[in-house]
Nanobody, 124 residues
Framework: QVQLVESGGGLVQAGGSLRLSCAASERTTSNYTMGWFRQPPGKERELVAGISGNDGYTHYDDSVKGRFTMSRDNDKNTVYLQMNSLTPEDTAVYYC?????????????????WGQGTQVTVSS
């Protein structure tokens, strides 16, 4: 059973940075495609970034390109999301997810394992 636990959320001022972590059960980050999603208040959950478990290809949504960086440490079974130059529009609950497929930019339903989420709030 894949287990995912996010941490690192919080309140930050616009222009600030946060690093989210997702601790996964053993061998998850090396064997699964990993994704970071977010769900702003009143909106649908959307893919922010992902790393393919097949070849390490990294995908970013256009809204975060150049500001967010996703990485993984397979020795620690952890993936990270470094978020810089945050804006109030980045306010959301952020979720870590895992997919057994090789493609990153797939529907949310293709990700079968989810963490509980961590709140990120960016004040103006």
């Amino acid at each position: 059973q894949v287990q995912l636990v996010e941490s690192g959320g919080g309140l930050v001022q616009a222009g600030g940075s946060l690093r989210l972590s997702c601790a996964a059960s053993e061998r998850t980050t090396s064997n699964y495609t990993m994704g970071w999603f977010r769900q702003p208040p009143g909106k649908e959950r959307e893919l922010v970034a992902g790393i393919s478990g097949n070849d390490g290809y990294t995908h970013y949504d256009d809204s975060v390109k150049g500001r967010f960086t996703m990485s993984r440490d397979n020795d620690k079974n952890t993936v990270y999301l470094q978020m810089n130059s945050l804006t109030p529009e980045d306010t959301a609950v952020y979720y870590c997810a895992a997919s057994s497929g090789i493609n990153v930019a797939v529907p949310t339903s293709n990700y079968h394992y989810w963490g509980q989420g961590t709140q990120v709030t960016v004040s103006s």
